[in-house]
């Protein structure tokens, strides 16, 4: 079966510092990959959408790469700061390039910077 | 506000019990999806409609749980006689057909006693 694994339950860095969150799968080879965001008590909220032929995308402080070589992307945020502190989730599409139905979120990784 | 929302937004309720929990998603979103969330977990994937068809279920949609987007609009779930193991938070998202990201509501936080 398909499994998503982010790096660690938590990280810590300072504000200012660049943060690199992971997420690894497996057994699978998804057209796209998600980054989420979450914040105690309330839903996810989409930040970022890579697809398998991209290699890397931005969206101002954000960064992801996606090797599907590696089976792996990377979230980079930069110029950390404490307004970032939330949990950060990734996701696969299950069904390939037609429109969205299901992904799977990995467990997500819970981000904390420090002033 | 034209995001997605859900109601309640907390429910206790005794084992054994019926909850039904409502989400009306972004009004021109014809994709509606409900995920269940433990603590310190990512939400998982219960279901899935594409206008008022439900078009996926997951294997961890017991029979007790079912759902339901009569008119392609607001949807409802349900949990009968509900188990300890029920407790999490209720997840709905929706989105637009042929846009992969989902936008979800603020869940409802359901609790087992």
């Known amino acids: 079966s398909q499994k998503i694994e982010q790096n660690s339950e938590a990280l810590n860095i300072q504000e200012g510092k660049t943060a690199t969150l992971t997420c690894n799968y497996t057994?699978?080879?998804?057209?796209?990959l998600q980054w989420y965001r979450q914040d105690p008590g309330r839903g996810p909220v989409f930040l970022l959408l890579i697809r398998e032929n991209e290699k890397e995308k931005r969206k101002e402080r954000l960064k992801v790469t996606f090797d599907t070589t590696l089976k792996q992307s990377l979230f980079h945020i930069t110029a950390s700061q404490p307004a970032d502190s939330a949990t950060y989730l990734c996701a696969l599409d299950l069904l390939g390039y037609s429109s969205a139905s299901k992904i799977i979120f990995g467990s997500g990784t819970r981000l904390s910077i420090r002033p | 506000d034209t995001g997605v929302s859900q109601d309640p937004r907390h429910k206790i309720t005794k084992r054994g019990q019926n909850v039904t929990f409502r989400c009306d998603p972004i009004?021109?979103?014809?994709?509606l999806y409900w995920y269940r969330q433990t603590l310190g977990q990512g939400p998982e994937f219960l279901t899935y409609f594409q206008n008022e068809a439900q078009l996926e279920k997951s294997r961890l949609l017991s029979d007790r749980f079912s759902a339901e987007r009569p008119k392609g609009s607001f949807s409802t779930l349900e949990i009968q006689r509900t188990e300890q193991g029920d407790s999490a938070m209720y997840l709905c998202?929706?989105?637009?057909?042929?846009?992969?990201?989902?936008?979800f509501g603020p869940g409802t936080r359901l609790t087992v006693t």
């Open positions: 057994n699978y080879s998804p057209a796209y």
């Open positions: 998202a929706s989105s637009f057909e042929g846009l992969y990201e989902q936008y």
């Open positions: 009004s021109e979103h014809n994709r």
